[in-house]
């Protein structure tokens, strides 16, 4: 499926708001949300898609890819 079609289907589920893929070298590392700022990393090609897993998206510039991971 590409980028664009996921995308499609997928919305924050912390806000509803709209995702926007944060490019990685291949695929995309993570989906980012435009509304509330959070970035949900994909794993292994799977987006993770949990409010739990979100990384706030000043912790994913500074090189977060997990929550709670030391930058
Ligand atoms: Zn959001």
């Known amino acids: 499926m590409k980028t664009k079609e996921l995308l499609s289907l ?8 709209q995702l926007e ?23 292994e090609g799977i987006p993770v898609m949990l409010v739990d897993e979100a990384v706030s998206r000043e912790a994913w510039d500074g090189g977060a890819r997990e929550k709670g991971a030391a930058s």
Do not use: D, I
């Not at 997928?10 to 708001?17: M, N, S, T, V």
């Not at 893929?21 to 700022?37: D, S, T």
């Open 21 to 43: 893929a944060v490019p990685g070298e291949n695929e995309p590392e993570g989906f980012a949300c435009g509304r509330c700022g959070c970035v949900y990393p994909v794993r």
């Open 10 to 17: 997928l919305a924050c589920p912390q806000c509803l708001g």
